[in-house]
């Protein structure tokens, strides 16, 4: 397993981290330990929770995991998210200093810690000013109840914006997001992952195998049934694989990746991870596996180095589909300069 280091910290994560949605939902505890056990062994330090994964029962599963291997805990880097609601009140929800006091320390008993290694804003707050949030989050710093913070689920301006203010006001700066990337959604390259290596921010991709698709479980025409993410939810598989059947974007890039796959002897998601982990600005890519299988299989994109005309085919097959301006040939243009005869 790589190591490398988290966005501008000097604390260092494996290449692969584990996410833990499925705990205590797709994944009972007995599950989900041997999950941990397995990703462990396999030189795995990075494990991703958040408060709302089964209503804190993720974090309570990763806590019982730690505490019954506190050799390993020592060498873990641990990250959760606070945002979403957890609770029915007004102020149960959102990036203020309230909610958030409330919400780490929720964290931190559920986990059984003293500090979280990565505490990330789930998403954007429009009603709470970043100063407030990002108040909280420096005095969070400064008290030792966590050592670095990211965002996750941010757009452009509010990654330079809230970069910015913390810079001008002293703070604790953000040191990762954690976006949505993969192969089928590669929005982001358009304006976040600049305002990411702007701010020194590392990438944290989340759903790199695009819901599945890229795992090679989805066949044309043919509706998903059984143990997959769109079989298990009859209404929101339909909705979902018509979406992406109707694509013929979804099926050449698929089509890419398998074979790739076949060349190299390698399964499809080991392909697909593999793109995404070769990508400028990522720092560690989150495996959300259900089974110990799952988790071997997308493990072993960790031993497969793709060259540089595979990572290159791929990439021109899954190019983001922009108009002429601002992001096209036209926008491109227009903000390129280059020194005549330099380098």
């Given at each position: ?210 819901g599945g ?8 025409d043919q ?90 085919s791929l ?29």
């Amino acid at each position: 397993m790589d190591f490398r280091k988290l966005g501008r910290s000097g604390a260092v994560v494996s290449a692969y981290c584990l996410g833990t949605m499925t705990f205590g939902a797709e994944a009972d505890e007995t599950t989900a330990h041997h999950l941990m056990d397995d990703y462990f062994a396999a030189g795995g330090n990075f494990v991703d929770t958040a408060d709302v994964y089964s209503a804190g029962a993720s974090e309570e599963i990763v806590g019982r995991w730690l505490k019954a291997h506190p050799t390993e805990a020592r060498q873990a880097v641990i990250a959760t998210k606070g945002r979403f609601p957890m609770g029915a009140g007004p102020n149960d929800v959102g990036l203020s200093r309230r909610h958030l006091n409330q919400a780490l320390t929720a964290s931190l008993r559920r986990l059984g810690v003293d500090q979280i290694d990565l505490y990330q804003m789930h998403a954007w707050d429009a009603l709470t000013p970043i100063d407030e949030t990002l108040g909280f989050l420096d005095d969070a710093v400064r008290s030792g109840k966590i050592a670095y913070y990211g965002f996750s689920n941010f757009v452009g301006w509010h990654i330079a914006k809230a970069s910015e203010v913390a810079k001008a006001r002293g703070y604790s700066r953000p040191v990762t997001l954690q976006p949505q990337y993969s192969l089928l959604v590669r929005e982001i390259e358009l304006e976040i992952v600049a305002a990411c290596q702007d701010a020194g921010m590392g990438l944290m991709p989340w759903s790199p195998l695009g819901g599945g698709w890229l795992s090679g479980k989805y066949q044309r025409d043919q509706m998903p049934k059984g143990a997959t993410r769109l079989g298990e939810n009859p209404k929101r598989g339909m909705e979902a694989y018509e979406a992406r059947n109707a694509a013929e974007r979804t099926w050449a890039i698929i089509s890419a990746v398998e074979n790739v796959a076949k060349v190299r002897g390698v399964s499809m998601a080991q392909v697909a991870l593999a793109w995404v982990a070769a990508q400028p600005a990522v720092t560690s890519v989150i495996l959300g596996a259900r089974t110990q299988a799952q988790l071997a299989d997308n493990l072993g994109a960790a031993q497969l180095l793709l060259s540089a005309d595979e990572i290159a085919s791929l990439s021109a097959i899954s190019a983001p589909r922009v108009g002429d301006y601002p992001y096209g040939a036209g926008g491109t243009q227009q903000r390129f300069r280059k020194i005549a005869g330099g380098r």
